[in-house]
């Protein structure tokens, strides 16, 4: 029985392998887009669009100041 327990705790432990690594997505390229399909866009989706290009927007700004941005920097 002590034999037992003694491998319960003593046994090696094998390191945890994950097969599907988070990996870091580099921002996809941006497709040209006009002023007049982004400003037909909620805020939120404005936002969306320009953290998968790698630009960070602030909602609280007005929705025509997002779009220029967001079309400055496309």
Do not use: C, Y
Request: charged fraction near 40%; glycine fraction near 2%.
């Amino acid at each position: 029985m002590f034999n037992w327990i003694k491998k319960l705790f003593t046994s090696p432990v094998e390191p945890l392998v994950l097969k599907d690594e988070v990996k870091e997505k580099a921002p996809a390229k941006a497709k040209k887009v006009t002023k007049a399909e982004l400003s037909k866009m909620t805020k939120v989706k404005l936002e969306e669009l320009g953290r998968d290009n790698g630009i960070e927007l602030d909602r609280r700004l007005t929705k025509a100041k997002l779009v220029a941005q967001l079309h400055k920097a496309l």
